[in-house]
């Protein structure tokens, strides 16, 4: 399967701990993307690399949350001293730019459900 | 500031009914890109199509069509004679600059048999 892969697809934790997703985006993307989703909403964005470099956090973002895409490839996202209100759906997606130009679509995965207990 | 209205929250058709979902965007770039993305029960956000804002032409691929006006800023997106397959939340999304994807809040269209 060569699309974007995202695991744990479920986590389940208690308020307080911290956690992890890793997202592996489409080999020859350079463009990576994490979004959140709540339940009846739209994704929203949280933050965006282009290859190893971090180009754009959200305000939604806070100091807990934090991002890493070393050396371009895998992408992993940490949360640390969950809270109940970061439940949601965690997708990652990836494109590919070239010269400047994003014309093209966003290739998501299939998320990493996160339940705070 | 951009924005993207699905004001359509939920919509309900009898199998082979055709059924328009909405999508109405804001945005002050002259340059910018729309997208339709569907989103089965499994989670995972498909793709569906692509406009740039340079291009007003209708498109129409299988069942699927498109149609966007820029005078009313909208870009709906109809289903002909939908099946149970087509059951899913579909989301307007409106691309500004290098990498800003901004996503209405989602129609969840039931085809039911």
């Known amino acids: 399967d060569t699309g974007v892969s995202q695991n744990p697809r479920h986590k389940i934790t208690k308020r307080g701990q911290n956690v992890t997703f890793r997202c592996d985006p489409i080999s020859e993307h350079n463009r990576l993307y994490w979004y959140r989703q709540t339940l009846g909403q739209g994704p929203e964005f949280l933050t965006y690399f282009q290859n190893e470099a971090q180009l754009e956090k959200s305000r939604l973002l806070s100091d807990r949350f934090s991002a890493e895409r070393p050396k371009g490839s895998f992408s992993t996202l940490e949360i640390q001293r969950t809270e109940q209100g970061d439940s949601a759906m965690y997708l990652c997606?990836?494109?590919?730019?070239?010269?400047?130009?994003?014309?093209?679509?966003?290739?998501f995965g299939e998320g990493s459900r996160l339940t705070v207990l | 500031a951009q924005k993207v209205t699905q004001a359509q929250t939920e919509i309900s058709v009898v199998e082979k009914e055709d059924v328009t979902l909405d999508c109405v965007y804001e945005t002050r770039d002259t340059t910018y890109y729309l997208f339709w993305y569907k989103q089965p029960p499994s989670g995972e956000l498909v793709f569906l199509i692509r406009?740039?804002?340079?291009?007003?032409q209708n498109e129409i691929s299988g069942r699927y069509s498109w149609n966007f006006q820029k005078s009313t800023s909208s870009f709906n997106f109809t289903i002909t004679a939908s099946q149970v397959v087509d059951s899913a939340v579909y989301f307007c999304a409106l691309k500004e600059g290098t990498y800003k994807y901004i996503f209405g809040t989602g129609t969840r269209l039931k085809v039911l048999a």
């Open positions: 406009r740039n804002s340079f291009d007003e």
């Open positions: 997606a990836s494109s590919l730019g070239q010269g400047g130009i994003n014309t093209g679509e966003l290739f």
